[in-house]
Structure formats: C-alpha cells, structure tokens
C-alpha cells in the first residue's frame, strides 16, 4: 500500500465495523469526553474515521459549525447544481475527442457556463491539438474457427482496408523482436482487479502498472514489422467490453492497433498456449489529419487581498469518442464549475484569485496541459488541484510539493476531513510541477472507475449524484481554504 497506509487501513476497519485502534486522521470528529470517574468510551468506527459504518462516505466538513467554509459547504448541499451541469454536458453534447465537433461545442458551452456567474471572468486560450478519426473498423478470428470481436481502435493507430495475419503472444513491449515480422501481436496484460471489500481507491495502481503496454507495445511491434497489434483491454473487470486509449508510434510507422476485450485475449492465449495457431484479420478506417484549433476555457474569481496569487482547480474537457465522456473527465469539468458557482455565489472573495482551468486534449496529447504551463507557469500559482479520476465518493488528496507546501495544505484540508498523503499530481496540472508548483490530486473511491473507463458504457447513468456533488464541495472548499489562508508558500524550485 502507498502513503496513504494509514488511512486505508482505517477505511478497511470501518467497512469491517471493527474497533479502531489507530489515531483517527486529521480533522475526523472527536468523541465526547467520558463523564468523570466513567471508562472512555471507545470511539465507533464513524467516530474514528468521519465515515459511516460499512461504507467510505464521509461528508466533506462534517464537524464544521459555521464560518465562510460552512456557509459553502452547506449552500452546495442545500441546492446542488454538478449532476445538471454533468447531464447537460453528456446528454446535450455527449462524446469530445480533440479536433472533434464535440468538443468545439463543449468548449462555447463551457466558456458559457462561466461567463454567467457573478464576478467570475471567463476567457478562452488557442491550442492546436492533434486530430484522430477512427472511421468503421472491425475485427475477426478466421483461425480456428470464425468468430467476430469486439473491439476498439487505438488513438493514433494506422488503418487498413483488410489485413490478416497469424497472432502471435507478447508479453511486453521489450520482449517484442523480429520473428513477429508479418504477424500481429497480441499484449494480453491483465490488470489486476480489486479484491472485495478492498478500499476503493487503489484501481489507478493497477491501471498504472498495466497501461504502458497499451501506450508502448504497438510502437514496438511496428518497429519489428508487424503488421498489426491487439491489446488486451486496461480494466480489472469486463463484460465483454472493449476500452480504448491512447498508444504512441513515436518514429515508427503506425499500424493496425485495436484494444479487445479481456474474455477475448485470455482466449486466444489458452489457444495459442496449446499450440493452436490463431488468425486474426483487421480493417480500420482510422486516420491521422493535420492538427486543429481548440481552447483551454479559464475562469476566475478574483482575490479580494492578494489577487495575483491564484489556486487552481483543473478537469480536462475532452474525452473518447465513445460513451459520453461522463466518468472521464465530464464529472471532474461540473465538480470545477460548480465549485465556481458556489465560490462566486459566497458573502465575499477570497483573499486569493481562484482559477478554473478546462484543459483540452488530455486524451490524446496533453496538449492543453502544456499550453497552459507554457503561457501561465510563471505566475504565482499557490497550488493547483486536478479532478480526473471520476465521481466516485472522495477519499483523499494526494500532493505533490515539498515539505512545506504539504503542511500548508494538510493545515488548509484538515476542516474538510480528507487525508492529505505525498502523491502525484493529475497530468493536466502535471507541467506547473516544472515551475515549483504544489499539485493536488482529488482521489475518489475508483472502484468501479475502470469497469467502464474508455468505453461506450462511460454515460451519465453510472454517475451517483451525491457523491458527484460531493467531490464539487472537496473543489469548493479547498480551493476557499487555501486562497483564504493568511499565509501561503509560493512555488518551490523546479521538479521533474
């Protein structure tokens, strides 16, 4: 387990409604003191942990009783705006991959959504993004029987009108060499799936340790002559649903490269593990076009003490061209607008500018992230905090900063009662770590994140609205809490 051992052990013993001996985190409500000459009472696990038994919800700020960070709080609850907000953006618009009408239209509306909220500027920043069209495809077994796959072309994969090959196995990009010259290569990693009851936020671990394949393992094949590539799809759960994703040739000559289910690939490995010879044919329409103009949207709340220090809350505003786009990252773009709503609706500014930041094409290129940085990096960022990890009910804040910085945010985080543990930051907000920025990474319960991740089933109905709009209070009252802090460090010496 990483950094955050303590608080998933804590987790873990309240979904167990075991008693608790380790010292509640930061900022979870005490229990009330014994009546003199009567035994402590032993805190429940809820007392412990700020959570409910059984369950990982804590509602953000539950032991706050008044001030502006209540006021916040409680007016988000009181009228909750992030599942509206979410529907508009998935139903109305639906899927934004870069260069696509789609997400032309999410960046009008979104730069709309902002412009009409009190005190709030809003403007848009040019960005030339990659541009990737996957057109018709499809893939088949001929050998040794017929069957059809399902399956979904890789972002930035070459096409064909029919190729079909003899498969053969890889198990990673560098053990790829020339005997798969004329074949297609099959990378069948498995991601490994949570155990029941494990605490939820350790899914983007696994995805971690099995997505390079998908994003290096075609470039390889290509290298060695291949003709095309499979990828056992990036999930820890599948019910014969493909997940798309990014993968990059780099200097090589893309080829043919689809992802396919989990099912599929463990079947072809059985085969080909007994010596079956397995055919596969592929014919994708997908195509790379000359970059296009997109836009970062920005918003901000300006500081009523020191306006040019600004917290930033960030969500990319792209996604797949499947699904909707709800999970990743439509959820994140309502929670950072209705934070603004709520941060613009308070009886004051804060002390501190307060920026939303709607990057563009982190799917694909992280071209908006970069954008950003290059234009933006030397200004006085006090911190930036990323929410692309889904709706799920939020569990934790991973930083990334020196010393002080994670002080300055475990002081500031502490009323909101979430853990603070050492972390990256989101890859959006990733580039400001090259200016000394402290970066701040909203982590959900994932647990069933990656069960839909880059797929047709990323639509509106998985998203919980509570917990969404709990994740929109986490944006909400961290960035109050951090622009409105008496003193705050600045950025620190570059980091890689």
């Known amino acids: 387990m990483r950094g955050g051992e303590a608080a998933a052990l804590l987790l873990l013993a309240a979904c167990a409604r075991q008693p608790l001996e380790e010292a509640p985190p930061e900022g979870a409500p005490t ?20 959570l409910h038994p059984g369950d990982l919800r ?22 909750p705006g992030a599942m509206a907000t979410l529907t508009t953006l998935c139903d109305d618009i639906g899927h934004r991959l870069a260069g696509s ?30 541009v990737w069209r996957r057109g018709r495809e ?17 972002g930035g994969s070459g096409g064909t009108p029919g190729v079909e090959a003899e498969v053969v196995l890889a198990e990673s990009p560098e053990t790829v060499g020339p005997e798969v010259a004329g074949k297609i290569v099959l990378f069948d990693k498995v991601m490994q799936p949570l155990r029941p009851g494990e605490v939820g936020y350790r899914g983007r671990e696994a995805y971690s340790e099995a997505v390079g394949i998908r994003g290096g393992g075609p470039a390889a094949a290509a290298r060695n002559g291949a003709v095309g590539a499979l990828v056992r799809s990036v999930t820890g759960a599948s019910l014969g649903t493909p997940h798309t994703g990014g993968t990059w040739f780099g200097d090589a000559r893309p080829i043919p490269a689809a992802a396919i289910t989990p099912e599929h690939a463990g079947w072809m490995r059985r085969l080909l593990s007994r010596g079956v010879p397995v055919r596969v044919r592929l014919e994708m329409e997908a195509q ?50 209705e934070a603004m709503r709520l941060l613009a609706a308070a009886e004051r500014p804060p002390g501190r500018t307060v920026r ?21 990096g030397g200004e006085h960022h006090v911190a930036a905090i990323e929410s692309d990890l889904g709706a799920g009910w939020p569990v934790q804040l991973d930083a990334d900063g020196d010393d002080v910085q994670r002080a300055f945010l475990s002081a500031a985080a502490a009323p909101l009662g979430l853990p603070v543990v050492a972390g990256e930051g989101g890859a959006d907000i990733g580039p400001l770590g090259e200016h000394g920025v402290l970066l701040v990474n909203l982590i959900p319960d994932d647990r069933h994140y990656f069960d839909v991740h880059h797929t047709w089933a990323d639509t509106l109905d998985k998203v919980d609205p509570e917990a969404l709009q709990e994740g929109a209070l986490v944006l909400a009252g961290l960035a109050w809490a951090l622009a409105d802090a008496p003193t705050a460090p600045g950025p620190t010496a570059p980091r890689p």
């Open 101 to 130: 009408p789609g997400l032309d239209q999410a960046v009008v509306w979104a730069d709309g959504v902002l412009r009409g909220l009190p005190a709030v500027r809003a403007w848009t920043e040019p960005v030339m993004v990659p």
């Open 31 to 50: 229990p009330a003191p014994a009546a003199e000459g009567e035994e402590a009472p032993r805190p429940t696990p809820a007392e412990a942990t700020g």
């Open 356 to 376: 939303a930041v709607l990057f563009t094409n982190e799917e694909n290129g992280l071209r908006g992230g970069k954008a950003y940085a290059q234009v933006h």
């Open 138 to 154: 499809r893939a088949w077994v001929t050998a040794p029987r017929a069957l059809e796959l399902p399956m979904l072309g890789l």
């Open 58 to 79: 804590a509602h953000v700020g539950a032991g706050l009783q008044d001030g502006p960070l209540h006021a916040i709080l409680s007016a988000g609850r009181a009228q």
């Open 288 to 337: 790379t076009l000359p970059d296009a103009l997109s836009h970062n949207v920005l918003g901000e709340l300006r500081g009523e003490r020191w306006p040019e220090e600004i917290v930033l809350i960030g969500a990319h505003l792209d996604s797949w061209d499947v699904g909707q786009g709800a999970q990743d990252d439509g959820a994140g773009v309502a929670q950072v607008l």
